[in-house]
C-alpha cells in the first residue's frame, strides 16, 4: 500500500484501523496490509474483492427484497446491493461505532430508507433483536484477528435460520482454512440441505447455504451469469470458476 496516504485512524477496544487513498481508490484497513473494504471512489457499486464479487454471487439463487448485514465495513456490499436494485431493504449491523462513522464519513454509504445501519453485537443482534424474517443473512464478521468465530457455531447458525424466509439463505465468509474444517461443514450440512462454496483467488471460502435448491446450478449458466454480470458491472464468473457443493 506505499502509493496510498493515510487520510484517518481511529481505535476502540477491538483495535485500531486507518483509512487510506490513493486518489482513485480508497481503502479501509484493519490491520497491516490488510484491506479490508476497498471503494473505487468513481463507482464505489463495484465490488473490488473477490471476496465480496463472491458473496454477491448469491444473487444469482436469490433475487431479496430484504437482507440483514452482520458486519459492515466499508459497506461495499451495500454499495453493490444498492446498485442492483434500490429497493432492496437492507439492515447493516455493525459492532464498532467509529467504523460506522468511517463508512459513512469516507466510502460514501448510499444512506436512505431502505438502510439501517445499528450499531449493535451481530451475535447478539442474530439472537434477540426483533426483526422481519429476511431473504439473504450475509455474515461477515472479522477484526483485524480474522474472522469471528461465533459466526460458525451451531448456536449462531440456528438463530440465522429462523430470521430466514422460507427459502432463504445465509452466505458465510470465511477463510481458505475453514475449508478443511470438517465440524463447521458437518454443522452446516444438519441445518442446511444444500451447502454450496466458493474459493477465491484472495484466499477467501464463501459459503452459501440454503434448505432449498435455490437454483445453485445457475453458476454454470452463462446467460444467467452474463446477466448478473452487466447488472453488477464486473464478471461474476471469474469468481465461480470453483463453485462446488460442499461435501
Not at 502509493?3 to 480508497?26: E, K, N, P, Q
Not at 456490499?77 to 429497493?87: E, F
Not at 461465533?150 to 465468509?173: H, P, T, W, Y
Amino acid at each position: 500500500m506505499s502509493d496510498y496516504s493515510v487520510i484517518h485512524t481511529g481505535s476502540d477496544a477491538i483495535g485500531d484501523f486507518c483509512v487510506l487513498d490513493d486518489g482513485d481508490y480508497r481503502v479501509l484497513a484493519f490491520g497491516d496490509n490488510d484491506e479490508q473494504t476497498k471503494l473505487y471512489k468513481q463507482q464505489p457499486h463495484i465490488a473490488q474483492h473477490t471476496y465480496v464479487q463472491a458473496m454477491l454471487a448469491s444473487l444469482l439463487f436469490n433475487q431479496p427484497k430484504s437482507v440483514i448485514i452482520l458486519g459492515l465495513g466499508g459497506g461495499a456490499l451495500v454499495h453493490a446491493l444498492r446498485h442492483y436494485d434500490s429497493g432492496v431493504k437492507i439492515t447493516a449491523v455493525e459492532l464498532r461505532p467509529l467504523v460506522i462513522a468511517a463508512a459513512k464519513r469516507y466510502f460514501q454509504l448510499p444512506l436512505g430508507k431502505k438502510l439501517n445501519v445499528l450499531n449493535h453485537d451481530a451475535i447478539d443482534f442474530i439472537a434477540n433483536v426483533e426483526h422481519k424474517k429476511v431473504d439473504v443473512i450475509y455474515a461477515d464478521m472479522y477484526s483485524e484477528k480474522g474472522v469471528d468465530k461465533q459466526q460458525m457455531a451451531d448456536e449462531f447458525i440456528s438463530n440465522c435460520i429462523a430470521r430466514l424466509k422460507q427459502g432463504g439463505m445465509v452466505v458465510f465468509n470465511c477463510w481458505k482454512e475453514h475449508s478443511r474444517d470438517d465440524d463447521f461443514k458437518q454443522r452446516l450440512q444438519q441445518h442446511f440441505t444444500y451447502v454450496y462454496a466458493c474459493l477465491t483467488g484472495g484466499g477467501n471460502w464463501v459459503i452459501f447455504a440454503s434448505q432449498q435448491d435455490n437454483g445453485f446450478n445457475l453458476a454454470t449458466n452463462k446467460t444467467a451469469t452474463q446477466a448478473l454480470s452487466q447488472k453488477l458491472d464486473f464478471n461474476i464468473s471469474r469468481v465461480l470458476t470453483r463453485f462446488n457443493e460442499w461435501k
